[in-house]
């Protein structure tokens, strides 16, 4: 087992902010949404909160965005254009994360510097990063002054049309944050990926003890 170092220091603040800050997002996106049946905080305090956080978030994630728009980094998160060893490589995954994992089998996927996400990884962070986070940041936005932007919530079909996008992506990102904790259990170590969102050093299993615990990675003899 080694360690590389895959998570610059800039990374790992935008993500434990980030982390912070979404769960207080959900928290008072249920008092706002379900108001009368959770009353926390009062209403108007859940809304101020909420409406600062999101602020906060939305700055947070350009700080990533520049620091990624700068970086040699910004190859881990390039989509794979190549549509069969895309597939092949998301088949091996999925095939690891329903069986091979319980059996001992070695991650098809080898960790470096600019590839740390396998292809479902990949896939998934691009869609969250690239669409759904600008999407959720844009609809808030609207609804925070939906008189100011009459206009553009006009546009998408009226304040019920932005908010529904909204609250629909909101599930997403409860679902997600439900989910991610025991994704981060998938390391090489059970508390490896914790440990690697804080020390920037991530454990990868040598190839050599691939090869004695199973089948060698794709690409090994």
């Known amino acids: 087992m080694h360690r590389i170092y895959v998570h610059p220091l800039p990374v790992r603040i935008w993500h434990w902010l980030n982390a912070i800050g979404f769960i207080a997002m959900i928290l008072t996106g249920f008092q706002i949404r379900y108001v009368g049946m959770l009353d926390v905080i009062p209403f108007r305090t859940a809304v101020r909160v909420h409406n600062w956080i999101g602020f906060a978030l939305i700055a947070n994630y350009f700080i990533w965005l520049g620091f990624y ?13 190549n549509p069969k060893k895309f597939f092949s490589g998301s088949v091996r995954q999925m095939r690891y994360y329903c069986y091979g994992m319980f059996k001992g089998d070695p991650n098809p996927h080898q960790i470096s510097i600019y590839n740390k996400f396998n292809p479902m990884q990949a896939m998934l962070y691009q869609l969250v990063m690239v669409v759904l986070v600008p999407v959720l940041s844009y609809t808030g936005v609207l609804l925070w002054d ?76």
Do not use: W
Not at 152 to 158: R, Y
Not at 198 to 204: F, S
């Open 146 to 221: 939906a008189q100011r932007f009459s206009a553009q919530v006009n546009f998408f079909g009226g304040v019920r049309v932005v908010d529904t996008v909204h609250v629909l992506i909101f599930i997403f990102f409860v679902a997600y944050i439900l989910v991610h904790p025991y994704l981060g259990t998938l390391g090489a170590s059970r508390t490896g990926q914790y440990k690697a969102m804080i020390t920037g050093y991530e454990e990868v299993e040598d190839a050599g003890e691939a090869a004695k615990s199973g089948d060698a990675p794709p690409g090994l003899p």
């Open 69 to 81: 728009a700068t970086s040699p980094q910004i190859r881990c998160y390039l989509p794979e254009l």
